[in-house]
């Protein structure tokens, strides 16, 4: 007989992803054990490996419930209606509300996504070319013409502002919403102002 699914299930879950992102983000996932997962989360080693069946497991849920989440949410905003300016502004604030909170997984995503299967790691790099297609679209949008046939340069803007944002942590990790929107606008208009005046 198949073993019933407890009412909390997918709330515990939650709850050891989120503890195991902060393990991996401080340990590292090479030197943090199941057995540390297991005291950070709470709950007995017995327990934790009723969820995951080892560290990689856990590990790829952790980056593809975050990577995911990240891409559904950016990718299904409504920009149409949308000057292209307000498109790069409101594409860029979200992305940075969307890190809010979730900085170990970030850095866990920076750091250990290698230690991943090829296929799983092929998953999530879908996700995140997801996200590139979506600001190289807002990108391309606010400067008509200049990428024309020069993939190689729009790769290089896009990447420049993911680098912009994906640190911003690091400087200023517990910035309000307030602060987010104003480093967005901030990245928008050097954005803005260096893709409308790069020579052709």
């Known amino acids: 007989m198949a073993r019933t699914i407890a009412k ?30 297991a ?13 995951y ?3 990689d497991a856990l590990l790829f849920d952790v980056l593809d419930n975050y990577l995911r989440a990240l891409r559904d949410r ?28 979730a900085d170990d997984e970030h850095r866990v995503q920076s750091t250990a996504m290698r ?12 996700y995140q070319r997801d996200l590139v297609q979506l600001v190289n679209g807002v990108v391309t ?11 190689q340069r729009l790769r290089e803007v896009t990447m420049s502002i993911f680098g912009m944002l994906n640190w911003h942590y690091m400087w200023q990790g517990d910035a309000d919403t307030d602060a987010r929107e104003r480093y967005a606008d901030l990245v928008a208009d050097l954005i803005l102002g260096g893709v409308r005046n790069t020579p052709q």
């Open 8 to 37: 909390d299930h997918d709330q515990k879950r939650a709850h050891i992803l989120k503890a195991a992102a902060r393990v991996f983000a401080e340990q590292g996932f090479d030197r943090a054990s199941m057995a540390v997962l």
């Open 39 to 51: 005291k950070e989360c709470g709950i007995s080693k017995a327990n934790i490996y009723h969820y």
């Open 53 to 55: 069946d080892g560290k």
């Open 74 to 101: 950016l990718c299904g905003l409504d920009l149409s209606g949308l000057a292209a300016p307000a498109q790069l502004r409101l594409v860029l604030r979200e992305i940075l509300l969307a890190y809010q909170g």
């Open 115 to 126: 230690a991943l299967s090829e296929e799983q790691q092929a998953i999530l790099r879908d």
């Open 141 to 151: 949008a606010n400067a008509p013409g200049v990428f024309d046939h020069d993939n």
